[in-house]
């Protein structure tokens, strides 16, 4: 409600506005159709250096496999893992760890992760059950590096 300046982007508005010392960045799932990787590249290196301009630790996750463009979501987690790399940053790879669940954790849409029957998309219990699905596994991989974070940081 009028909290962002003239000309700022939502970025920095929520940075200016927040100040977060973390910011876990999982950005692009919807692109894959209409951009090519290098115009991912150039989008997420705007993100980290907005990120470290504003004193902000990026923690980037890769992103889910999709049924359709998934050729593109790799190349897109490449630039992901470059640029954590190069930023020298935490980086969850949520990929991996949803490739061997049921419908490799994604939703009948093959596009948005799958959600325990009846359960939130924000559930934290990580049951056997609750484990072979998306959300959940994101939740889990995203608290694990939140964890690592904080065991360095101490």
């Known amino acids: 409600i009028g909290l962002c300046q003239p000309g700022e982007l939502a970025i920095e508005c929520e940075y200016r506005v927040t100040r977060p010392a973390f910011a876990i960045i999982m950005i692009g799932t919807n692109d894959a159709p209409a951009f090519p990787a290098d115009q991912y590249r150039a989008n997420m290196q705007r993100i980290m250096q907005i990120s470290v301009d504003h004193g902000v630790v990026p923690i980037l996750t890769t992103l889910a496999p999709r049924a359709e463009f998934n050729d593109r979501i790799v190349e897109y987690n490449q630039v992901i893992f470059d640029l954590g790399r190069t930023y020298g940053v935490p980086i969850v790879d949520l990929y991996s760890a949803l490739v061997g669940l049921p419908n490799r954790g994604l939703d009948a849409d093959g596009i948005h992760l799958s959600i325990p029957p009846g359960a939130p998309s924000t559930s934290v219990s ?9 959300t959940t596994m994101r939740n889990l991989t995203t608290l694990q590096a939140l964890d690592q974070v904080r065991s360095i940081i101490g």
């Open 126 to 134: 990580f049951s056997a059950e609750y484990l072979q699905y998306g």
